[in-house]
């Protein structure tokens, strides 16, 4: 069993830097894919980035590869989504989430979720 919560949300300007945590209870969680997902209000969640427990691969959706990196400390059992140069279409709930299998863009591929943190980025 894995819990994840998440922090680091905020009110930023277009062009900040902003960067979410994850923090993951469970023994085992360097054994666990992360992700992150994203969810506009009123819109569908959607991928963000991933990372392999495997082989430590990352994986972005593609609008946001250059802009966002995803990494973990597995000493401190945290997952970060580092978030450079905001846009306002950036604004959504940021969920983490964690898997024993490889990263999926899917969301039903993750069993594992927490329960949001909110980055609003202002015009």
């Known amino acids: 069993q894995v819990q994840l919560v998440e922090s680091g949300g905020g009110l930023v300007l277009a062009g900040d830097s902003l960067r979410l945590s994850c923090a993951a209870s469970?023994?085992?969680?360097?054994?666990?894919?992360v992700g992150w997902f994203r969810q506009a209000s009123g819109k569908e969640r959607t991928f963000v980035a991933g990372?392999?427990?495997?082989?430590?691969?990352?994986y972005y959706a593609d609008s946001l590869k250059g802009r966002f990196t995803i990494s973990r400390d597995n000493t401190k059992n945290t997952v970060y989504l580092q978030m450079n140069s905001l846009r306002p279409e950036d604004t959504a709930v940021y969920y983490c989430?964690?898997?024993?299998?490889?990263?999926?863009?899917?969301?039903?591929?993750?069993?594992?979720w927490g329960q949001g943190t909110q980055v609003t980025v202002s015009s």
């Open positions: 989430a964690a898997d024993s299998r490889s990263p999926s863009l899917r969301d039903s591929r993750w069993s594992y």
């Open positions: 990372l392999s427990w495997s082989d430590g691969s990352t």
């Open positions: 469970g023994r085992t969680f360097r054994r666990y894919s």
